[in-house]
């Protein structure tokens, strides 16, 4: 379902002028599996982050990265950049990134931290990116749902309950809404830093 979050993605680079550089950052990255699926959705010359606090992820990520370029050995396509940091906390300079995502982080941290990634999202994106945030349901999103929601809090998730109430229009305050995807148990949101695109 996390795909999902393509779709802003693609509406977002169908806007911009196509001689326009890409950089995006993933903030999260995990495994990275995610970030070849935004490969797969960027030009070839996009310049791509993905940050991990986990250094065992990021070796995992580096090796779906080189698969990934294996198997477009037709292309000259470089390497993603791996950044071991917290992501509250991006060593990048302000305003140097175009879009910034996270798949599947917001509900593991408590709420402190999803809004110091919220500000540091706004801090890293250009005036006029993106913010894409893929992560599960909330309250109220499927109502048929809201009583077994915070089940998933037993199964080791112990921010879940929190997230499943914040209200994220507020946690994002410095960024624009922007639009709201639905799929199954998953929830996609975009949001736009006030600007225009550089």
């Known amino acids: 379902m996390q795909r999902h979050a393509l779709v802003p993605i693609a509406q977002f680079l169908q806007d911009r002028a196509k001689d326009q550089k890409v950089d995006l950052i993933e903030l999260g990255c995990g495994t990275g599996r995610f970030h070849t699926f935004l490969r797969d959705n960027l030009p070839p010359d996009a ?8 250094p065992f992820y990021l070796e995992h990520a580096k090796r779906n990265d080189r698969r990934w370029r294996r198997l477009r050995a037709a292309e000259a396509v470089k390497p993603a950049t791996f950044i071991h940091a917290a992501a509250e906390s991006v060593p990048l300079p302000s305003e140097s990134q175009d879009i910034v995502v996270m798949v599947y982080l917001l509900h593991e941290c408590p709420s402190d931290a999803r809004r110091s990634l919220a500000a ?5 994106l250009r005036p006029g990116g993106l913010c894409v945030v893929a992560d599960s349901i909330q ?15 037993d ?44």
């Open 139 to 153: 309250l109220g999103d499927r109502p048929a749902l809201d009583s077994s929601l915070a089940v998933f809090k």
């Open 47 to 54: 310049n791509t982050i993905a940050l991990d606090l986990s």
């Open 155 to 198: 199964f080791n998730e112990p921010h879940y309950e929190s997230y499943i109430s914040e209200d994220m229009a507020v946690v994002f305050c410095e960024l624009d809404p922007e639009r709201k995807i639905m799929a199954s148990s998953t929830k996609i949101l975009s949001f736009r830093k006030p600007g225009v695109c550089i």
């Open 120 to 124: 540091e999202a706004a801090r890293l």
